[in-house]
């Protein structure tokens, strides 16, 4: 088991910051706050982040907030940032309407 | 499905690149771009580039794109606007959102050249309007003409924020401060000296503390941070602004690749998630390359050479080019690219502290963070020298790859010598008929023309300009030093504009003669900025 997933370690309780409220997922409106308690919550890996929160799954599928939800979640569950497995890459890379994606030639 | 020799994602400089080697070697091709326009970011790069003749140095960005573009449809290559690559599967097949459907593609080699996106750092308010990336800056300025804000604070000391802050004054706005949490100025000191001397102060181990504004950008609290980064208390500065440019570092744009299977690693020094790839590009799927940014952030000079390998070696792959002449290319090309990434700011220079020039000068720590030669070092360079009569003064202290100065001057004046990366040397016996070339070929602004003899009391000192409305003979100014401090007055003597300066234009003020060595930069208004900046909160 690595450590990301190692879920029996104590990470300490959650402490209320002063910036808890600032917005770091533009697109979907998720604070740090939030982020950080998901982490306390037992989502330790980005991809449950991303489920729980959606954080990363907006228009801009992550571009801007990937690498600071990253640094959030590293710093609250003490893992190093470089052992964090980013999200998976899946098609589309862009949002796509519904009527373009259902139109394949 | 449509059949190609090779797919390549991305028109920027290393895509179109790419796209030229393997379309001359007779490879079916295909450039794929989500913009309305190619060119990638070359487009908005209206600065001239630093390198060597052969990496289009002196060349400002957007002809570069314009040269690529050409060279591209003499080639033959498909270039497809307006297409984003929605996914790469299994087996190289494409998928290609266009004219309002998915297209299917095959492509029996893909090089992916999709370069990066800014980062950003979250700050109190940094979600206000007015708060941008420095390329979104540039994007408004370059491209659609737009002002971006009056007054503008730019976060981010490198290349990106240097450029972009010289940018937007040229574009009328004023820079407020330069800030960055860093203890040096990451990017080349000829583009923080421009700024410097202009006026902006850099604010070095500092970082945004909030943007104040309720429903935008009114202005900045930036504060003081330790070594640990942390924000120092009561160091709080004050500012007003309506525009915070964010210029702190680029991110591979490598979600396609990932998902086409490609080994991936975790690299800060290359900005994030790389492919891992062979010298070639290639990465661990055969027939899928990676060229540019989003195998690692680079300059642009870098991506085209990239580009080029990599479309040689897919051609030389699918049998296109000979073994033969293929190791002939690429070996050319890969000199190109070492070449490149010498000298202080190299790859593998990445936040290490360089103390001394590869000549053994001590680098100037003054530059490092405030922006400026001090007038105690700058006789440590080569290129100054003091002697009668006009003769070039190159302020010139790191060592770059760059040598444009060297072929500018008929009268081998300047001499940077084999290796690319030296600083210039100025030969005090040359004569200097005063053309202003090296002025004019310096991409880093850094070469004036002086002649403390100019008459009885007064000197001339000839330095470029590159501001609108231009001053006239006759106009009677302030000189400002390397600081941008204004220390006496200045009578514009002459104006040069010339297309062999490529809009460069050359300002020669007359100045008092003790300020030959100081006056740098030519100021219509005694005002200085460095006075009304940066109030107590």
Redesign the interface.
């Known amino acids: 088991m690595n450590e990301v997933n190692d879920r029996s370690r104590d990470i300490g309780p959650f402490i209320p910051g002063p ?1 808890d409220d ?3 997922c ?1 697109c979907e409106e998720i604070t ?1 706050g939030e982020i950080r308690r998901a982490v306390h919550d037992g989502m330790f890996t980005i991809t449950e982040i991303r489920r729980y929160l959606r954080c990363g799954m907006g228009l801009c ?1 992550g ?6 939800v990253k640094s959030i979640v590293a710093g609250e569950s003490g893992a190093a ?2 052992t964090l497995e ?1 999200a ?7 949002p ?1 309407e519904m009527q ?2 259902a ?3 | 499905m449509k059949r190609y020799d090779l797919v390549i994602v991305g028109a920027g400089p290393s895509g179109l690149s790419a796209a030229i080697e393997a379309a001359g070697y007779g490879m079916k091709t295909v450039v794929y771009d ?1 913009n309305s326009r190619p060119g990638g970011q070359l487009f908005k790069q209206i600065h001239k580039f630093f390198g060597s003749k052969e990496h289009h140095a002196k060349i400002r960005g957007f002809r570069i794109g314009e040269e690529l573009l050409q060279e591209a449809s003499a080639a033959g290559v498909e270039v497809q606007l307006e297409s ?4 790469i ?1 299994e087996d190289k097949e494409v ?1 290609v ?1 266009r004219k ?5 593609v095959k492509g029996d080699t893909i090089i992916v050249a999709t370069g990066a ?1 800014e ?4 700050f ?1 308010g ?2 206000l309007p007015g708060v941008i990336g420095a390329g979104a800056a540039q994007t408004m300025m370059n491209l659609h003409g737009v002002k971006p804000g009056e007054k503008v604070l730019m976060l981010g000391s490198g290349n990106v924020g240097l450029v972009v802050s010289f940018q937007l004054m040229q574009a009328g706005c004023e820079v407020v401060a330069l800030v960055d949490a860093a203890p040096a100025i990451g990017g080349y000191g000829v583009h923080a000296a421009k700024l410097a001397r202009c006026g902006v102060p850099f604010y070095m181990s500092h970082t945004i503390t909030k943007a104040e504004g309720t429903d935008h950008v009114t202005g900045v609290v930036i504060s003081q941070v330790n070594e640990k980064f942390q924000k120092i208390p009561g160091t709080e500065k004050h500012f007003d602004a309506d525009t915070i440019c964010v210029a702190v570092g680029l ?1 591979p ?1 490598s ?2 690749l ?2 086409s299977g490609c080994t991936m690693s ?1 690299d ?1 020094k290359r900005g ?2 790389v492919p891992e790839t062979d010298e070639y590009g290639e990465t661990s799927v055969s027939g899928v390359y990676a060229a540019g940014d989003v195998s690692g952030i680079e300059e642009a000079s870098s991506a085209m050479i990239e580009g080029r390998i990599s479309g040689t070696r897919a051609a030389y792959e699918m049998g296109f080019v000979s073994e033969e002449d293929e190791i002939k290319e690429l070996t050319k090309l890969k000199n190109d690219l070492l070449s490149l990434r010498r000298g202080m700011f190299a790859p593998g220079n990445k936040g290490k502290k360089i103390e001394k020039t590869e000549e053994g000068i001590n680098v100037s720590q003054n530059l490092l963070t405030k922006g400026y030669l001090s007038e105690a070092e700058i006789f440590r360079y080569p290129g100054i020298c003091r002697k009668k009569g006009l003769h070039p003064v190159i302020e010139c202290s790191q060592n770059i790859p760059c040598n444009p100065c060297q072929d500018a001057c008929k009268f081998s004046c300047i001499n940077v010598g084999k290796d690319i990366t030296s600083l210039p040397v100025v030969n005090p016996l040359a004569k200097c008929s005063g053309c202003g070339m090296c002025v004019a070929s310096c991409s880093g602004q850094a070469i004036f023309l002086v002649d403390e003899d100019y008459d009885e009391t007064g000197a001339s000192v000839t330095l470029p300009y590159e501001f609108f409305p231009l001053p006239r003979v006759g106009d009677q100014g302030y000189a400002r030093n390397r600081a941008g401090e204004i220390v006496c007055k200045a009578e514009v003597i002459s104006v040069k504009s010339s297309p062999a300066y490529d809009r460069t234009n050359l300002l020669t003020i007359r100045v008092p003669k003790d300020m030959a060595m100081k006056a740098r930069f030519y100021a219509d208004r005694a005002e200085t900025k460095a006075e009304t900046a940066g109030g107590a909160v």
């Open positions: 910036d600032m917005i770091i533009r740090r599928q571009q801007t907030c990937a690498k600071l940032p470089g980013p998976t890459s899946r098609a589309p890379m862009r796509v373009i994606l139109d394949e030639m | 989500e984003t690559v929605t996914g599967y998928t959102q309002g459907h998915i297209e299917h996106s980062n950003m750092v979250p109190g940094w979600d991110s744009m979600q396609l990932k998902m975790d800060p994030g998630q």
